[in-house]
């Protein structure tokens, strides 16, 4: 019985996002006008390829739990999808990724210089939106200057996570403590803006700023840990990767894990393989054991747990609402993830 009701409720949730994304996308499409048809072209390519469109729905739900407007928020939340879309773009370039989202990066389609104009464009049109919002939708200016200050702060972590990440990608040794830092600055902090602005958004009270930020936090912690699991451990093509972090040579959870907690036969034998100009799939089957062997799976999936259930337990003092019920089911739902 209760794996059917877990399925129900996977049902009913991806039902809901599914209805957020599509609202959001149609407000994209008519946000992201250009002069320049194969400028507009790139901006779009990764949207017009699906994704899940967590950010912006995070940005929807988080409006809705402090009882805001939900066509207002799927309005604004066009800016979340934006600068999103921007940093993947970005971050491909920069990682020199060839797939995203099951087709050709845009710096790959669309050569590296449309691909640089592209996510620029994008970051200024999410900026755009907080106008949009003051003109078109009447929003007080002191609320837009506070998603703002809010969107400006994030941003400028992000790159920080950002530049860190390719500074211990070239090869420096990183440590859980470093590693854990990155991905709060890269990718946690972006699901605790689109969160906080919502909650601004649907002009909630400083403590639910707060308790939804947290949230947002955990959850993009949770997040990027069973994403580093996925690309590690799990099938290629499932999780729609270009290639997987390990033939990367990324520095993801588990090899930040082994360098902090593994033996020094682990360690050393794990720098010694990722050193290598190319791994054959031995040395590939060798670094997936290491994981296992020195409880770095273990962990991970320990540490997703912990983050998600702190994630669930900084949202239990709101208000019961709908939107409430949804969020603490889409922490489980992506903790259990396959792709």
């Known amino acids: 019985m209760e794996s059917v009701r877990a399925t129900q409720i996977s049902i009913e949730l991806l039902s809901h996002l599914e209805e957020y994304r599509k609202n959001i996308v149609k407000e994209i499409l ?25 950010r912006p729905s995070l940005v929807v739900l988080a409006c809705k739990a402090v009882g805001g407007d939900e ?48 996510g ?16 078109e939708k009447k929003l007080p200016a002191e609320i837009a200057i506070k998603l703002l200050k809010l969107s400006c702060e994030g941003t400028l972590d992000i790159t920080e996570g950002e530049a860190l990440d390719v500074i211990y990608n070239n090869g420096q040794d990183i440590t859980l403590q470093e590693y854990l830092r990155i991905i709060e600055l890269k990718t946690a902090r972006a699901f605790e803006i689109a969160m906080k602005g919502g909650a601004i958004l649907g002009f909630g009270r400083d403590c639910e700023v707060e ?71 031995e040395d590939i089957g060798e670094i997936k054991n290491i994981f296992i062997e020195s409880g770095a799976l273990v962990a991970a999936k320990e540490y997703i ?11 239990r003092p709101l208000k019961n609402s709908s939107a409430k019920e949804i969020l603490i089911e889409l922490a489980n739902y992506l903790a259990e993830r396959t792709k």
Do not use: W
């Open 30 to 54: 008519q946000h992201i006008n250009s002069s320049v048809p194969l400028l507009r072209e790139a901006c779009l390519h990764l949207i017009n390829a699906g994704g899940k469109l967590l």
């Open 71 to 118: 066509n207002l928020a799927i309005f604004s939340s066009v800016g979340a999808e934006t600068a999103h879309v921007a940093s993947l773009i970005h971050d491909d370039i920069i990682d020199e990724d060839d797939f995203r989202r099951n087709v050709e990066t845009v710096h790959k389609k669309y050569g590296i210089p449309m691909a640089i104009l592209a």
């Open 120 to 135: 620029d464009f994008l970051i200024i049109k999410s900026f755009q939106m907080l106008i949009r919002l003051v003109e």
């Open 211 to 281: 308790m939804l930020g947290k949230y947002g936090l955990n959850l993009g912690m949770a997040f990027q840990i069973q994403d580093d699991l996925l690309s590690s451990i799990g099938d290629q093509n499932e999780v729609g990767k270009s290639i997987s972090d390990i033939l990367k040579k990324r520095k993801t959870f588990m090899v930040a894990y082994v360098n902090t907690f593994g033996s020094s036969e682990y360690r050393n034998r794990l720098k010694e393989i990722m050193s290598k100009q190319n791994l054959s799939k």
């Open 305 to 315: 747990r912990d983050y998600t259930s702190k994630a669930i337990e900084s949202i």
